[in-house]
């Protein structure tokens, strides 16, 4: 059963200044839901649509990152200006804003990363040449 016929997921996890793999709330992620959800209030949609901060959705190097369910949608460097965007086009009229979606192969890789990381084996940092950070 769907609760909400949107259900969005937007990651506002936010780490140290400098840390090596950012943080979606350095990238305006607490402004892009704030916003996100004064549209679904000035619209009156609060009962359809629904705006959740997430943590850390593991695609840090797309921050601010924000995700669309029930169509799985994954959207990257998304600032606040383009709210107005999102709001009109995908949430009101059901078409995903191209320029801004996570290309289903990025997520596949993204995917794959964490499955390596989840049995212990580390991809290596190409700038510093060290292990990531843990989350
Ligand atoms: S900090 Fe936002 S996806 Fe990791």
Redesign the pocket.
Same mark, same amino acid.
């Given at each position: 059963v769907e609760r909400f016929e949107k259900h969005l997921f937007v @990651?506002?996890? +936010?780490?140290p200044e400098g840390h090596l793999?950012? =943080? *979606? =709330?350095r @990238?305006g %992620?607490a402004e892009i839901k704030a916003r996100l959800k004064a549209c679904v209030k000035k619209s009156g949609l609060q009962h359809q649509i629904r705006v959740n901060s /997430? %943590? *850390?959705?593991? /695609? @840090? +190097?797309? %921050? /601010?990152?924000l995700v669309v369910y029930p169509e799985g949608i994954w959207y990257g460097k998304v600032t606040p200006a383009d709210v107005a965007e999102l709001f009109q086009t995908h949430l009101l009229n059901n078409q995903p804003v191209e320029r801004l979606k996570i290309p289903d192969a990025v997520l596949s890789e993204l995917s794959e990363k964490s499955s390596l990381e989840r049995f212990g084996i580390q991809i290596r940092d190409a700038a510093s040449n060290s292990p990531e950070k843990p989350?």
């Open positions: @990651c506002t996890n +936010e780490r793999r950012g =943080s *979606c =709330s @990238c %992620g /997430a %943590g *850390c959705l593991d /695609a @840090c +190097e797309f %921050g /601010a990152v989350r």
